[in-house]
């Protein structure tokens, strides 16, 4: 049996891909290594959602490439390109880098085993015959899809959906990844059961639009942006929280990747009644200023957003909302950056990711005029990011003296339900507590976007 190394770039939707991959790989008997150099074959699941992580799945397909040109022992190891790269520069691919045995799309993932066969057979790499891509990207997993997970034993994501419906002109994701599709409730049902019998404490709903799950499956037309999603007509993301919500067990769940258009007055109150849902929501806003949310094609203005904010803090007490915003865009003026910093300033967003624009080929906003030079797009940026600095400072000393639930990540390290993993801060807690399990602290410091509880040693 073969031997295969695993790289996994990009995002948590990336993330599970690579699980489906290796999933599969296992179920085939093949040996997953953690070290490229003792593989048979190296696979890159590569993501090429902007510039910079477009340059970091390149670096690291030449790294590889070039390892097995200064090791002998190498020469004959394969090399196989998966996920986003392949799916997006399916024709230029091919052509710019011959040294790769098989380029694998978003929907050929579940067939790896076959595709690794095939280029384990290839004596002379020809990377043209190689081409495992298909044009649109349909698919969708399922509860029982194989997987095998790579996050800490108590955490795990669940990919609700895939694709995307929305007409953003900054991004590149449908023409990717493809249109919205949900997956059933039940579907999602049964496999949050199965992870909670496996000893996950922490389920995190993922996929483009966690809000949009179920309206592409509803036979009287999907729900138009900002009009009251009226969740009779079928299945919602409301009713899969509370389908959650009522699972036996101790743990809780997570809503990521929300989008203001399709926010609901009943998923506010549900997030508010359901226990197992942490107050924390995590909704991309991109910009404030109404010439801006317009070039973005964010199909919501000012007003609803500022509304729904309110709503949501009203509705959900005690609520931390983690939003993301781009400075830079196309048009971007002095005024639209400081509309968007005094927003800032006035909604102590209790978490915050900036993101300079990064201009790429193929979406709408590439052939925008007034694009922004690159120096100012980093000036805007530092002043954004120095000014959330300064606010998460405050929220984070604000919570001195207060006892908190924490789930234990690893030895010392913890998240409250204010932290999603991997994008927010950590808890530095005491190292004797079980890694896995939930456990209320008093906070004695803040420490920049950390917090450390009694007991910690830092
Ligand atoms: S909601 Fe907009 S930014 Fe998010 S994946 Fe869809 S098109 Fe891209």
């Known amino acids: ?74 020469k004959r190891q394969k090399l196989i390109v998966a996920g986003c790269l392949p799916q997006r520069f399916s024709k230029e691919l091919p052509k710019l880098l011959p040294e790769v045995d098989a380029f694998v799309g978003l929907d050929e993932i579940v067939r790896i085993p076959e595709i690794l066969s095939d280029v384990l057979e290839l004596k002379d790499g020809n990377a043209a015959e190689r081409d495992y891509v298909s044009r649109v990207s349909k698919y969708v997993p399922d509860y029982d899809t194989p997987r095998y997970r790579l996050t800490p034993r108590h955490m795990a994501y669940i990919k609700i959906a895939e694709g995307c419906n929305h007409p953003c002109s900054f991004c590149i994701i449908p023409q990717i990844r493809g249109g919205h599709r949900s997956r059933t409730l039940a579907s999602v049902v049964r496999e949050a059961q199965i992870l909670i019998q496996e000893g996950v404490r922490e389920i995190n709903l993922i996929s483009q639009d966690t809000t949009y799950f179920g309206m592409d499956r509803w036979e009287t037309g999907r729900a138009k942006p900002n009009s009251p999603v009226d969740s009779s007509r079928g299945e919602s993301i409301a009713d899969l929280l509370r389908a959650l919500n009522g699972l036996e067990g101790d743990f809780w769940v997570r809503l990521l990747y929300t989008h203001p258009a399709h926010w609901s007055d009943e998923l506010i109150q549900t ?148 932290d999603a993993p991997e994008v927010d801060g950590i808890v530095h807690v005491d190292p004797a507590m079980t890694v896995g399990s939930f456990v209320d602290v008093v906070i004695r410091d803040a420490r920049g976007y950390d917090l450390i509880a009694d007991g910690a040693i830092v």
């Open 1 to 74: 049996m073969p031997t295969v190394a695993l790289v996994s770039l990009g995002c948590a939707k990336n993330l599970i891909d690579s699980e489906i991959m290796i999933g599969h790989l296992h179920k085939a008997g093949v040996t997953l290594t953690p070290h490229p150099e003792l593989a048979d074959a190296v696979i890159i699941n590569t993501c090429s959602f902007i510039d910079t992580a477009k340059k970091e799945s390149i670096d690291a397909v030449f790294e590889v490439i070039e390892q097995r040109m200064e090791d002998p022992t190498r």
């Open 271 to 418: 997030i508010a009644a359901c226990d197992k849902v942490v107050k924390y929501v995590d909704i991309p806003l991109q910009h404030i200023s109404d010439p801006m949310l317009s070039r973005m094609r964010r199909e919501t203005d000012r007003a609803h957003i500022e509304g729904l904010l309110s709503r949501m803090r009203k509705g959900i007490p005690g609520l931390a909302i983690r939003t993301a915003f781009i400075v830079g865009f196309p048009g971007e003026t002095d005024d639209d950056f400081n509309q968007l910093l005094s927003f800032v300033e006035s909604s102590r967003f209790e978490r915050m990711g900036v993101f300079q624009y990064s201009r790429e080929e193929g979406t709408n906003a590439y052939r925008l005029d007034s694009q922004v030079h690159p120096m100012r797009r980093k000036s805007r940026w530092n002043r954004t990011m120095a000014l959330q600095r300064k606010i998460n400072e405050e929220i984070s000393t604000a919570q001195i003296g207060k006892t908190i639930r924490v789930i234990v990540d690893s030895p010392g390290k913890a998240r409250s339900w204010m």
